[in-house]
């Protein structure tokens, strides 16, 4: 039989213990709240979304530097004499 001090310490243990568990339940369900304002029904849905962002975003800073480069080439002597 546990005594009565170790019974405390198991029961406080406890109550922290679900006190996180449900401080987490509450923060998976604001993640899952805010993924279906995104259009997401589960996290496996935002991961591919995000790869294809990933995606876009590769290429739209591809094709930035490319028109840079571009711009640069074309009026780069114009604008170093201003």
């Known amino acids: 039989m546990i005594s009565l001090d170790e019974y405390k310490e198991l029961k406080s ?3 922290r213990l679900q006190a996180r568990a449900s401080k987490a339940e509450g ?4 993640s899952m709240l805010r993924l279906k304002e995104l259009g997401y029904d589960t996290i496996k849905e935002a991961e591919t979304g995000l790869e294809g962002l990933s995606e876009k975003q590769e290429q739209a800073i591809a094709d930035y530097e490319d ?7 074309k009026w780069g002597s114009v604008l170093e004499e201003v």
């Open 67 to 73: 028109s840079l480069s571009k711009f640069k080439e």
């Open 27 to 30: 923060a998976h369900e604001a």
């Open 13 to 15: 243990k406890v109550e």
